[in-house]
């Protein structure tokens, strides 16, 4: 069972950059996904999640700029971000939750963390 995280970078303020979550090993959409996201000397966050029913839960913080979606072909799960901050500078998560309909950010919910990937908004 494996998520592999990428598509971070150094992007500008107000600029967009998709990140991707490729799964191995289980089947996606079977499964409530997440995106967390972690700055330097702050705790992990959550950003998205996406039920297995298609529900959504956001941060307030990301709402009406990033969007969670799935391509269950390609069993990856993507976090599109735009209209980016600076204080959107973080390491980014991806993980697996539940089986379940509905998602929070309950971090015991969730396992199989990916490694990350690193996203930094500076001017």
């Known amino acids: 069972l494996k998520l592999v995280e990428s598509g971070g970078d150094l992007v500008q303020p107000g600029g967009s950059l998709r990140l991707s979550c490729a799964a191995s090993?289980?089947?996606?959409?079977?499964?409530?996904m997440a995106w967390f996201r972690q700055a330097p000397g702050k705790e992990r966050e959550g950003v998205l999640c996406?039920?297995?029913?298609?529900?959504?839960n956001y941060a307030d913080s990301v709402k009406g700029r990033f969007t969670i979606s799935r391509d269950i072909a390609e069993n990856t799960v993507y976090l599109q971000m735009n209209s980016l901050k600076p204080e959107d500078t973080a390491r980014y998560y991806c993980?697996?939750?539940?089986?379940?309909?509905?998602?929070?950010?309950?971090?015991?919910?969730?396992?199989?963390w990916g490694q990350g990937t690193q996203v930094t908004v500076s001017s």
């Open positions: 996406l039920s297995t029913s298609g529900t959504t």
């Open positions: 090993g289980f089947t996606l959409h079977y499964y409530s």
């Open positions: 993980v697996r939750g539940m089986p379940s309909t509905e998602c929070d950010f309950d971090t015991r919910l969730y396992d199989n």
